[in-house]
């Protein structure tokens, strides 16, 4: 007998934020059949007012959330009426002590901290909300600069379109690196953003003198030899740059240091390897430049908390 469908609710309050609405609407709704169904409720049935002022309408009320198995809570206004603000948060924390497993994108994490479930937790929000967030919520360890933080059934992630990258965070979670590829493609999105990346790189906008500056044939270049050792100094003189010049301009370009990229490179296709072969994982180590299958399980226990085997179980493609 075929698995049931994991069922995902968004909850709107007024003044939800249309693109924090639309990712999980695209990802889970849209994209995601047949591992999800999705569904919208407001507090209420009916019209919800939008932060744009275009009224998007929940078919269902509060109720909705009893039978979810994921809540998701996006982004509003400040100024939601404290009462439907109240109703809210006692009802994600109802159902998260029920099992359900919650999350909330941008000024969504309002909602779950009021709910309780980010107490001693860590949590993330829009970067213009954090110092806001810290200050109502004082037990609640609030990380600004990140992209989303995964707390196991509690999951939190910076304004729009870090939604989308939580949310395939979330479909890689549960059905793998190929899967989540899948609808990535179809969103026309990259298919991963690690969580610890910063929510906004402050780089202008080049102009035709800088074209030739950029590191992204060096990546590509990186891609290609993922098996081979890529360290800064390795990285900095194919750029035909000093290392210490590479290393800056490479966080400029991506938020991240370049050892973490290619970690983060090496990682994607040592999931995609054990989801689509059977190489050993010794083979797939190797391949992927770790080197050995110890060192593989090690970073798979402290990144993914798993290991290779558990996860080829998990996600192996038939």
């Known amino acids: 007998m075929p698995n049931r469908a994991h069922r995902v609710v968004a909850l709107a309050l007024d003044g939800v934020i249309l693109l924090d609405l639309a990712a999980p609407t695209h990802l889970f709704g849209h994209c995601g059949a047949p591992h999800y169904t999705f569904s919208l409720a407001g507090v209420r049935p009916g019209p919800v007012r939008s ?60 909602v779950l901290a009021e709910a309780g479930v980010l107490d001693g937790r860590r949590a993330t929000t829009h970067w213009d909300s954090t110092e806001r967030l810290a200050r109502r919520y004082p037990k609640v360890s609030v990380d600004p600069s990140v992209l989303y933080v995964d707390e196991g059934k509690v999951l939190t992630s910076a304004g729009v379109a870090a939604g989308l990258d939580l ?6 979670r549960d059905h793998g690196a190929a899967e989540a590829a899948r609808i990535a493609r179809r969103t026309v999105v990259a298919p991963h953003r690690d969580g610890g990346q910063a929510q906004f790189v402050a780089r202008p906008i080049a102009d035709e003198a800088d074209e030739g500056a950029s590191l992204e044939a060096t990546r590509a270049w990186a891609l290609d030899r993922l098996n ?33 990229w290619v970690l983060d490179q090496r990682t994607r296709v040592a999931q995609g390897l054990l989801e689509t072969t059977d190489l050993p994982v010794e083979h797939v180590a190797a391949r992927t430049g770790f080197g050995s299958a110890t060192t593989l399980r090690t970073h798979f226990g402290r990144r993914l908390a798993t290991t290779p085997t558990a996860y080829r179980r998990a996600f192996r493609q038939g």
């Open 51 to 110: 932060s744009t002022g275009i009224d998007v309408v929940a078919p269902a009320g509060i109720e909705a959330l009893w039978d979810a198995d994921t809540i998701i809570v996006p982004g509003m206004d400040a100024d939601v009426e404290p009462e439907t603000f109240a109703i809210a948060a006692d009802a994600v924390a109802q159902a998260h002590g029920t099992g359900a497993r919650v999350m909330s994108i941008c000024t969504g994490a309002f």
């Open 228 to 260: 081979q050792p890529l360290d800064v100094t390795t990285l900095a003189r194919r750029a035909c740059m000093s290392p210490r010049s590479f290393a800056r301009r490479f966080r400029q370009e991506t938020g991240t240091t370049p050892a973490q």
């Open 167 to 172: 949310c395939l965070h979330v479909i890689r």
